[in-house]
Structures are given as C-alpha cells and as structure tokens.
C-alpha cells in the first residue's frame, strides 16, 4: 500500500493484525523489514503498521536533498497514520525513527497514544554535535562514492552492531544484506537531510518537559550513543520511564528481540490500563537517605 505525502511522495507501507494501531518507525540502516520480530509478537493484539521511509524503496526516494529532512521525516509518519485512517496511534521508533517519533509526541500529541523511543539520542550532546555531523556527511559522500555494498562492510560491523553480529548471527545477516541493498542516493541524502542537520535534543527541552503522552524510553547499555541521552530525556519528559537492556547495542530490537518486545509489551499494557502517569513531584529530589533539608 502506498501513501502520500504533501509534497507528492509516496511511501510504502505495511500492516498486519487488528486492533489499536501501533506504527513502527525505522532506523537508518534498516528498512520496515526490520520490525517483523516485533509485528510477529503484537499482530495478535494490535494492528501493526510498518512502512519505509521516503529514500528506501520501495517508497519513492526523491533526488532532490530539499526533500530530506527531520520535519519531512514527521510528516511522512502522520501520512502513514492518515492513509490507514488511524486517527490514533500507538508509535515504536529505533534511533533516526526514534527521533521521528519523539518529535511526533511534541509535534502531533492528539494522534500518538503512546510511544516507545528507543537507541536515540546520537550527535545530540552540544560537546558531540559537530563530530557528528561531520561523520554523517562523511558517510553520506561514501555512500555516493562507494556504494550501498561497500558501506555496508563496515558499517554493519560498528562499535554498537558487533553485538548483534555475536548475539544473533542470523539476524545480523539478514541486516547487512538488507543495508548492502539500500538506494545509496536516498541513503547519502538522509543521512545529510535528516540525520546531520536534526536539531539537538538538548535544545527541545523545554518542549520535552511540557509533554504528558506516556512515553518509555530503551537503550542498550552498549550503545554509548544513546546512553547519556537517554538518561537526559528521562529526567525531562514527566511521563518517561527508562529500560536498560543489558549487554546490548544499537540494533535492541533484532538482538534481543524477547527482552525489547517484553519492554514493549509491558508498557502497552500499563498504557491501556491507566497504569502509566505522570511521575510524582516528590521523585525529583534526591538527597542522602532520601531526606529532603531545608
């Protein structure tokens, strides 16, 4: 299924199951094949919506880099959502679909139920954002120079992939040959468009702290990128929570799909069930033996 976008894009969708409808967003070295762990365990009970993003057939991949950006990346998500008439949704994002859906909460919080954000968080300390950029254009002039198969023989095999590659050899494969098959075009051009120039999440903590969708934030306690912001993005949304899953890198929810759909799991259910609040004034001051001096 195809849907389409303001500026006449069409992106490539999927769905599975029935029920609240519960959309996937991607990362940049996957595609919407990398959820059918996920979609596998909630099709049963939710409706699950997975799609491309613009760049990575078969979604269209616009030549144009004016065409790529963060605000792009949101609104093709909230195409998605309109195209399968789902008014509301729950959302579930790793890393550069972490981001897209941490800025639909801010940006679109009648249509998101709730979301899960989960490897996010890279470039986005002030001290690390120009190194950042700098790699990703980098990567993105590889992509161009080289080609899709050729980055794919490093970049699979990064400080925070390795785990995957050890934990889940299979899944590993199947990742690396889906990412030696990207479009190195729609590739070079998120990777300037939409990953190098997004904004800081520093610099959204004033929004962040006004949200009251539930939102739980995941990171693998290996994937150094995400760790620090992470933590930032739990002590400034009010209705956060925070998983560590242990031994993990970038890529949670291919290698350990069991403990990441757990997490998931649970917090969809507390969701549902009004469990999950806004957490309590009290648990923001910390002092020694939790007494609070004048």
Not at 35 to 45: K, L, Y
Not at 71 to 85: E, K, M, P, T
Not at 119 to 125: E, K
């Amino acid at each position: 299924m195809k849907a389409g976008t303001s500026d006449g894009i069409e992106i490539y969708y999927e769905e599975e199951g029935q029920g609240i409808p519960l959309l996937f967003i991607h990362e940049f070295a996957g595609d919407h094949r990398s959820w059918a762990p996920q979609v596998g365990r909630f099709a049963g009970a939710y409706r699950c919506i997975t799609y491309a993003a613009r760049g990575y057939p078969p979604s269209d991949v616009p030549t144009d880099a004016a065409a790529y950006s963060q605000r792009r990346a949101v609104d093709d998500a909230i195409a998605v959502l309109d195209a399968a008439g789902a008014k509301q949704a729950h959302v579930v994002g790793l890393s550069m679909g972490g981001f897209a859906a941490l800025h639909l909460v801010v940006a679109h919080p009648s249509r998101i139920r709730s979301a899960v954000i989960a490897g996010v968080g890279y470039g986005s300390q002030p001290e690390k954002g120009e190194q950042f950029r700098k790699e990703s254009h980098a990567l993105a002039a590889a992509f161009e120079s080289q080609g899709s198969a050729k980055v794919a023989e490093t970049y699979a095999v990064g400080p925070a992939r390795v785990q995957l590659q050890n934990k889940n050899p299979d899944a590993w494969r199947e990742f690396a040959k889906a990412l030696a098959q990207h479009d190195p075009t729609g590739a070079a051009l998120t990777m300037r468009g939409v990953q190098a120039a997004r904004p800081s999440l520093y610099d959204l903590q004033d929004e962040l702290r006004a949200v009251r969708t539930p939102v739980l934030i995941l990171s693998g306690d290996e994937d150094e990128g995400s760790l620090e912001p992470s933590m930032m993005l739990k002590r400034t949304i009010p209705t956060s929570g925070l998983v560590i899953l242990p031994r993990t890198g970038h890529t949670s929810n291919l290698e350990d799909p069991l403990a990441f759909n757990d997490a998931v799991g649970a917090f969809l259910t507390a969701v549902s069930s009004g469990e999950w609040r806004e957490r309590d004034p009290r648990a923001r001051t910390t002092s020694i033996m939790g007494v609070v001096h004048p």
